[in-house]
């Protein structure tokens, strides 16, 4: 038995590959002022509907559920997240810094770079309608991706407004029903033939690719990109106005992220939606944010060697070198799980070669050898890099290596768990 295409088994090696990403977008995150919420997987299917447009709505995993509801497996975050806002938003300070870190679903073709999950870190900024703050969630972008030690010559931010595109279409005559195709069209053109295009733009083709090639200043996207200047990420960003986006809620800037190379799909995505909070039937609150996935961005990290997730070790491996002592060393494991290590033993009787072959093999810094010793009190700890022992009484154990050891505290071995280093520094 397989599982299903487009969806991924995590092995223990996958899974810390997955979480090192997901604690890096957790810190950044917190680096910005960001605070955490979540929603439910489950959703009407009306929710979707209504906001994210038709492009999305025919990836939907949707089905009837027992109560005879139309349900949909969130294929985004975004309206969700509409949904809290509008529902408390009287609750909390403007402007809200929001991030998440959902698991996400869409019936796509599976390919590279496209599954049918993945997860996706979402920040967003409600409440706020100056242009500093899409400069700050776009700066957020890059940061991430430079905290991996990706520089302007792996990625790139292309930035462009939907307001170039709704005066185009002012001049052009083209009404407001006939724009959400010409976006589409304009969002597919990277991946389509010129030919497809501009049979797809007819009598627009002209005017569109002009528009696309010379890519004349509009303001807007002139103002963040002094912005990011300002802050010394000038050379990661570009105006490009091929950039539309997809989906229907966004009104003002947009933009997306790519490596610069070109062999991978988008990293990340985003932009300004003002309307869409309002659309749900609430007071109307401007709103811009980015959504980045999990599976790019690790095929990017991969190539580019910038990550390699280890599996958490554990701090110790007690050996038990005669059964008659077993009681002991459990007794011992546990005090010692109760001071906050980890450790680990044989669950069984096995030859003293084997336990300290499977104490290497784990990659632990200490070794305990429980024997005979231990019936006077006596234990032998061992420091596996060095290779020196010494020999303590047993209640000595935990403040002896509580010196030794490497952290402790529960956010930084969480940080090791995750593959990162205590305290580390990020650019
Ligand atoms: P999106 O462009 O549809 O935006 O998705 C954002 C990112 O999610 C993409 O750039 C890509 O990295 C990843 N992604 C999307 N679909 C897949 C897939 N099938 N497999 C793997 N990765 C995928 C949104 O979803 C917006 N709601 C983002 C947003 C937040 N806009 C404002 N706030």
Known sequence: ????????????????????????????????????????????????????????????????????????????????????????????????????????????????????????????????????????????????????????????????????????????GVREEQRYSLFQAIDKMERRPREKTEEALGSLAGPVFRLIEEGEPWEPVERVLAGLHARGLGSFAERDYRVVRGLAYYTGTVFEVFDREGTFRAIAGGGRYDDLIARLGGDPMPAVGFGMGDVVL??????????????????????????????????????????????????????????????????????????????EGMVEVREMASRKSRTVPLEAVGSLLQGSATDIGEESRTARMHGLSAGEQLP
């Open 298 to 375: 690790g095929e990017l990290l991969r190539e580019k060697g910038k990550l390699e997730a280890r599996l958490p070790q554990p701090d110790i491996f007690v050996i038990i070198a005669e059964e008659e002592v077993r009681p002991s060393a459990i007794r011992l494991v546990q005090r010692l799980r109760d001071l906050g290590f980890s450790v680990d033993y044989p669950l069984h009787g096995a030859k003293l070669k084997k336990q300290w072959e499977r104490a290497e093999a784990l990659g632990v810094r200490h070794a305990i050898v429980i024997d005979v010793r231990a019936i």
């Open 1 to 172: 038995m397989q599982p299903l295409p487009g969806f991924r088994d995590f092995y223990p090696e996958d899974l810390a590959f997955r979480e090192a990403i997901r604690c890096r977008w957790r810190a950044v995150a917190r680096r910005y002022g960001f605070v955490e919420y979540d929603g439910p997987v489950l959703e009407p299917l009306d929710l979707y509907q209504k906001k994210s447009g038709s492009e999305l709505l025919e990836q939907v995993y949707q089905f009837s559920d027992r109560g005879g509801r139309l349900v949909a497996m969130r294929p985004e975050i975004t309206p969700t997240l509409a949904r809290m806002v509008q529902a408390r938003h009287r609750d909390y300070r403007k402007p809200l810094k929001w991030f998440s870190m959902p698991q996400v679903y869409r019936y796509e073709r599976a390919q590279r770079g496209r599954l049918r999950e993945h997860f996706q870190w979402n920040c967003d900024i409600l409440g706020e309608e100056s242009l500093e703050a899409d400069i700050e969630v776009i700066a957020l972008s890059i940061d991430l991706l430079r905290s991996f030690g990706l520089g302007p010559q792996d990625f790139v931010v292309r930035l462009s407004d939907r307001g170039v595109w709704t005066k185009f279409c002012e001049r052009h």
